[in-house]
């Protein structure tokens, strides 16, 4: 059974995302499924990061990105390639950070309380498999600490890192 490590918000932001992947590699430890792997991922992620409202994955599927394992109020459950923060990293396939959510072209809002957006797309073998997104009700809750942690974790989960 997975034990999880009390995690201290205020820690600096390198040193919290290098306990969450070492947590996440435990929780993974054992575990092929990779539904089961991105659940526990998306409750751990909600719990340990600070200032989110919605953590979870859009899987790429049938040439959309199809709703997955989250944690928080219910989502929005198919994006277009192109549409949206998730629908722009996918397509992209980097990164996207966004600092108030409504400056972003296009943007979809599952909840209205969410204010800043990180998305980051989970590749494998050039194969796009679906994105992470994190949502927070706070403007500029993510930075480049965050995309470097996020995209940890998404190396991890894909089985590159």
Request: one cysteine or more.
């Amino acid at each position: 059974m997975f034990a999880s490590a009390a995690i201290d918000p205020t820690q600096a932001k390198g040193e919290l995302y290098a306990q969450v992947v070492s947590q996440l590699h435990a929780l993974l430890a054992g575990e092929s499924d990779w539904i089961a792997n991105l659940a526990n991922s998306a409750a751990l992620l909600y719990h340990s990061l600070p200032g989110l409202n919605w953590a979870g994955f859009y899987l790429w599927k049938d040439d959309q990105l199809i709703v997955g394992p989250f944690q928080g109020k219910p989502a929005c459950v198919r994006i277009a390639l192109g549409k949206g923060v998730c629908g722009t990293a996918a397509a992209r396939r980097e990164t996207v950070i966004v600092a108030d959510v409504h400056q972003f072209p296009g943007h979809i809002a599952c909840d209205s309380a969410s204010q800043s957006e990180i998305v980051v797309p989970m590749i494998r073998g050039g194969a796009l498999l679906g994105v992470l997104d994190l949502d927070s009700p706070h403007l500029g809750r993510f930075d480049t600490r965050d995309r470097d942690g996020l995209e940890q974790i998404v190396a991890v989960l894909t089985g590159i890192g």
